[in-house]
């Protein structure tokens, strides 16, 4: 979602307009807090997520123009990127644990029948869980990538690193969590399934 | 070997399916893959679960936020260091790179046996042999300094000036330095090839010394890189070369894109990091020469 007076807003939040800066979140929470939701979990999305913006806010100073979104999206993966590293400091809180516990594959869906809906929190549940053997670069790009719908261009300046290595790390993520689907292809909805 | 080919290549075009899928594989490597999909089945399939897993993380729902993440109140700024205390900053960083370097040279000078810098400048060297070792020379050089107990550097030292007064000053420094004149005297009043003969064993110390600083140098830049993706790895027969070279001109657009937002004080960082590393390296380099000299005498 790209907002017609993006700039403007911007330029308005860098003179110190609150205003103008909370039109944006109120334009990319969502994104943020479900970037946040996949990477650390529903326990740690919120406070991730508010971090993200207020550390957005005291750095609007260092935003040089670009995707306002793909810059945003960046400080929401470092703050998320540190919480995953404070985490492997404590092993009592294992990664995979907090991501199962809230996982985010429950988020309802208002349009679907029960049925759909029991299959697609099942699809959810297993991309969850296979997002979460990823290394963490490889599940950012992939989120971003896949869930998001982020161009290249932009996965180069979310990710802060170059179009091979971004190129590389989707490649190798999709790689794994194919390989992960298709060992249970069997629990895939019947959209998903190949024919052998 | 063909096969190997082949399998080095079907490799290569199975890390192309993920860019093929999003339209983002430079052209001719797209009709490369195009070409081999027609005669690979594993390959077709392999897309088709790509694009089936793609379609899938694609289906996940995007979840609501639980409250407005909007700021009540504007947090305070981040506090960034004055212009003028960032621009001293810079300077100071700059001066201890400088520093660094200027020590890279010295040290390479010291194992390289550049000759200069001591009192005695050699002149122009009478035989080989003292032109392989000024290294050791230039330790032989402050001769008031307790450096010349070592006894190769006197004995180089002096057929090449004056023998004589090699031999005077030699007694009046360590009982280290008198041991040395009964072997270079006869040497000296002998003849001159003799004189080269003597030393060809303390020229060995040095150039192992050399190579080792230029074998041990290429890596002190090779950590500066980040994360290389093994496409530009691989090299494939020559019908992939272009392909490669392709991918390489595209990834060398890519990694001057950005280095192209590279700033000052990164570059300065990269320099000082690297110099360290360096430095480090020459210093260990620089002890275990001295050691090796020391051994030896």
Redesign the interface.
């Known amino acids: 979602m790209v907002i017609a007076d993006e700039a403007q807003l911007v330029r308005s939040s860098q003179r110190?307009d609150?205003g103008a800066?909370?039109t944006l979140?109120?334009v990319y929470?969502?994104?943020?807090?479900?970037l946040c939701?996949r990477m650390v979990g529903s326990a740690a999305a919120?406070d991730a997520?508010?971090e993200?913006?207020?550390t957005a806010?005291?750095?609007l100073?260092s935003f040089r123009g670009g995707s306002f979104r793909a810059w945003l999206l960046r400080i929401a993966a470092n703050i998320c990127c540190d919480e995953l590293r404070h985490r492997r400091s404590r092993p009592a809180a294992s990664l995979e644990a907090a991501l199962e516990a809230g996982s985010?594959?429950d988020?309802p869906?208002p349009l679907a029948n029960p049925e759909e809906e029991a299959l697609?929190r099942e699809?959810?549940r297993h991309?969850q869980q296979g997002l979460a053997t990823l290394p963490a670069e490889q599940r950012l790009a992939?989120i971003l990538?896949?869930?998001h719908?982020l161009s290249?261009e932009e996965l180069?300046e979310a990710l802060g690193?170059?179009?091979?290595?971004v190129?590389?790390r989707?490649?190798r993520g999709?790689?794994k969590?194919?390989e992960y689907?298709?060992a249970r292809r069997e629990l895939?909805p019947r959209q998903?399934r190949?024919e052998q | 070997m063909l096969k190997v080919l082949g399998q080095f290549r079907h490799r290569r075009f199975?890390?192309d399916?993920?860019?093929y899928l999003?339209g983002?594989l430079p052209q001719r490597a797209r009709r490369r893959l195009e070409t081999h999909l027609d005669s690979c089945q594993a390959c077709c399939?392999?897309l088709?679960?790509?694009r089936?897993?793609?379609?899938?993380?694609?289906?996940?729902?995007?979840?609501?936020?639980?409250?407005?993440?909007?700021?009540a109140?504007?947090?305070?700024?981040?506090v960034r260091p004055r212009p003028a205390a960032r621009r001293l900053e810079f300077g100071l960083r700059l001066a201890t790179a400088t520093a660094a370097f200027a020590l890279t040279l010295v040290m390479i000078g010291d194992l390289a046996g550049l000759p200069g810098g001591g009192e005695k400048e050699m002149p122009a060297p009478l035989a080989p042999a003292a032109e392989e070792t000024p290294a050791a020379a230039m330790e032989a050089a402050p001769v008031e300094t307790p450096a010349a107990e070592e006894t190769p550097p006197a004995i180089e030292a002096a057929p090449v000036e004056t023998p004589a007064a090699a031999m005077e000053a030699a007694p009046v420094e360590t009982p280290a330095a008198m041991q040395a004149p009964p072997v270079e005297t006869p040497a000296a009043d002998e003849t001159p090839a003799e004189l080269a003969a003597p030393p060809v064993e303390t020229p060995v110390a040095a150039p192992p010394g050399i190579t080792e600083t230029q074998r041990e140098e290429p890596p002190t830049g090779g950590g500066v890189p980040?994360?290389?993706?093994?496409?530009?790895k691989v090299t494939e027969g020559a019908g992939v070369e272009e392909e490669v070279q392709a991918y390489a001109a595209?990834?060398q657009a890519?990694?001057e894109?950005?280095g192209g937002g590279l700033s000052r004080g990164e570059a300065v960082r990269w320099l000082e990091i690297g110099l360290g590393a360096g430095v480090g390296i020459l210093v260990v380099l620089w002890a275990f020469a001295r050691l090796r000299t020391s051994i030896r005498s």
């Open positions: 110190g609150l800066f909370n979140v109120q929470q969502r994104q943020v807090y479900n939701l919120e997520a508010q993200t913006f207020i806010y005291r750095r100073s985010p594959a988020v869906s697609r699809l959810g991309l992939i990538r896949d869930i719908g290249y180069t690193c170059s179009l091979g290595t190129k590389s989707i490649a999709r790689a969590m194919r689907l298709m895939l998903f190949l | 199975r890390r399916l993920s860019a999003d983002v399939q392999e088709a679960e790509l089936v897993t793609v379609e899938a993380l694609g289906s996940l729902p995007m979840a609501e936020v639980p409250r407005s993440f909007a700021l109140a504007a947090p305070v700024a981040e980040e994360e290389q993706p093994p496409e530009e595209d990834r890519a990694i894109e950005e």
